[in-house]
């Protein structure tokens, strides 16, 4: 089932969806639609190797805290 929402933007915010949305041949409604799912989906998912990165970064991460809290560190300056 479909709901509505209202969406409240200035005159150019309009123009320039319109615009993108008649670029891509869609109507304005399904343009903002896809956007607003594009961009979720983009900026929350991570494929794998993303992931694994970011949890390369926490291990370094940890072990620099590690060697902090043992006092394996030289204050250079």
Known sequence: MT???TLRINEDM???FKKAADGQKRTLSNYLEY???NYTI???VVDDSEME???SYQKEIQKGLSD???ERYTIIG
């Open 42 to 44: 983009n900026d929350t």
């Open 68 to 70: 902090i809290n043992a």
């Open 3 to 5: 709901k509505t929402i």
């Open 53 to 55: 990165e970011i949890l």
């Open 35 to 37: 956007a607003a799912l």
């Open 14 to 16: 309009y123009d320039l």
